[in-house]
């Protein structure tokens, strides 16, 4: 099976730095994702890490250690439009063509003025 | 480019009644998945179709059923409906091999009453 933890809720102030944190368990592993998606709206695709290291885009980085099973995604400069939840994702198998994300639950950004 | 359409946008059944979804991917995509989402939740993986064929399926029951038609778009289809089934449904597409960076549409809000 396959399983991703993460904090349901974080809070930060406008002009912070935040980091959501992701432990994944998974019978096989190819890669994780973020997505973010605000109220009332689809998810978007944010970054992915295949191996492991930090891939900067923006003022969104993320990182993946393969052999502690953890990535997190950092946010810097928060702004007021940075609340929303953010989704950390592993495709289910290795075939890219043809396959879906297992997702977390989700964390919950709010960031204050 | 037009992103992932999703009709309809809301929708209100009756227990016992069935629903049909509809998906059309981003031009060019060919892959097409479909989740659910609850409240306070992330996606959860229902089916997913790659060239007109289903590569996966998540833990759902057999009242739920998808099809891929030659244009690439999608149904998914719900009989016998149970209050439980009341949820936000996503749909995403992505190019092939890079099934980790999926485009949602804005989905479908089923509420069984």
């Known amino acids: 099976g396959q399983s991703l933890e993460q904090p349901s809720e974080v809070t930060a102030v406008e002009g912070a730095i935040v980091q959501i944190n992701c432990t994944y368990q998974t019978s096989g592993f190819y890669g994780l994702s973020w997505y973010q998606q605000h109220d009332g709206g689809a998810p978007t695709f944010l970054s992915y890490n295949a191996l492991d290291g930090l891939e900067e885009t923006g003022r969104f980085s993320s990182f993946l250690s393969r052999s502690d099973s953890y990535g997190y995604l950092l946010l810097q400069e928060l702004q007021m439009k940075d609340s929303a939840s953010y989704f950390c994702a592993t495709p289910i198998d290795k075939d890219q063509a043809g396959t879906a994300l297992i997702f977390g639950k989700g964390t919950t950004l709010s960031v204050s003025s | 480019d037009a992103g992932v359409t999703q009709s309809p946008t809301h929708l209100i059944k009756t227990r016992g009644q069935h629903v049909t979804l509809r998906c059309s991917p981003i031009?060019?995509?060919?892959?097409v998945s479909w989740y659910q989402q609850v409240l306070g939740q992330g996606p959860q993986f229902i089916f997913q179709y790659y060239e007109k064929e289903e590569r996966g399926r998540g833990n759902f029951p057999d009242r739920f059923s998808a099809r891929q038609f030659p244009n690439y778009s999608s149904e998914l289809n719900v009989n016998a409906l149970l209050l439980g089934d009341s949820a936000l449904y996503l749909c995403a597409s992505s190019h092939t091999d890079t099934a980790y960076e999926q485009y949602f549409g804005p989905g479908t809000r089923l509420t069984v009453t």
């Open positions: 031009s060019g995509h060919k892959s």
